[in-house]
């Protein structure tokens, strides 16, 4: 089955500052989504990557996916406090399956 | 609001008890997933449903039932429940199914405690 490796684990941060997650999968990625979660709370989509090479941008979030190394990124540009939260990939194979998540903190 | 509706948000019962989950999936959306999320074991697929048929399982223990009804809502049965059933239950709803799936949208879950 597919297994997706979420790095890092958690990632603490100054407000202002970029950052970069990522997720790799152990088999060929057909579609790959990003999702933020605030503890205990449900998941808000963020953006969904479907091609080799795209790259999609919402705020001063940009994902991309890397078809051939089986990976994609999540960077965040001028990090807020509002962008702290769990952020969870999730490949689409026959059913969806998601990493362990990226635990964020942005400290003013 | 996602347009999934999941009931109850809290659900507080005793170990040896029954519960029932419900979910509403997104209007125009015939696939409804199940998740639990638990702190150790992250996202974990439980079970999928695509127009009332059962279509994929994952990890999902045989005191856990499913059912997805001709108006698409969709209803987690845990039975015989232990304290490590204690987690957040998630639904999810697209409008395809498998490879064909697209816009998954979550429910703001079920978070169970088992006492």
């Known amino acids: 089955s597919q297994e997706l490796e979420q790095s890092p684990q958690s990632l603490i941060v100054q407000e202002g500052k970029n950052l970069t997650i990522n997720c790799t999968s152990s088999?060929?990625?057909?579609?790959l989504y990003w999702y933020k979660q605030k503890y205990g709370e449900g998941l808000i989509f963020l953006m969904m990557?479907?091609?080799?090479?795209e790259e999609k941008s919402h705020e001063k979030i940009t994902a991309k996916l890397d078809e051939k190394k089986q990976q994609s990124s999540l960077h965040i540009t001028a990090s807020q406090p509002s962008h702290a939260g769990i952020y969870l990939c999730g490949a689409v194979s026959e059913k969806l399956v998601f990493g362990k998540g990226t635990k964020l903190t942005v400290n003013p | 609001d996602s347009g999934v509706t999941q009931t109850p948000k809290h659900l507080i019962t005793a170990t040896g008890q029954r519960v029932t989950l419900r979910c509403s999936p997104r209007s125009g959306d015939l696939s409804v997933y199940w998740y639990q999320q638990s702190l150790d074991q992250g996202l974990q697929f439980l079970i999928q449903?695509?127009?009332?048929?059962?279509?994929a399982k994952g990890n999902i223990l045989e005191r856990f039932s499913a059912q997805q009804f001709p108006d698409l809502h969709s209803e987690l049965n845990l039975s015989s429940l232990e304290l490590g059933d204690s987690a957040l239950y998630f639904c999810a709803s697209s409008a395809g199914t498998g490879y064909l799936s697209y816009g998954y949208t979550f429910g703001s879950g079920t978070r169970l405690t088992v006492v």
């Open positions: 449903y695509y127009n009332g048929e059962e279509r």
């Open positions: 990557l479907q091609k080799g090479g």
């Open positions: 088999k060929t990625l057909y579609g």
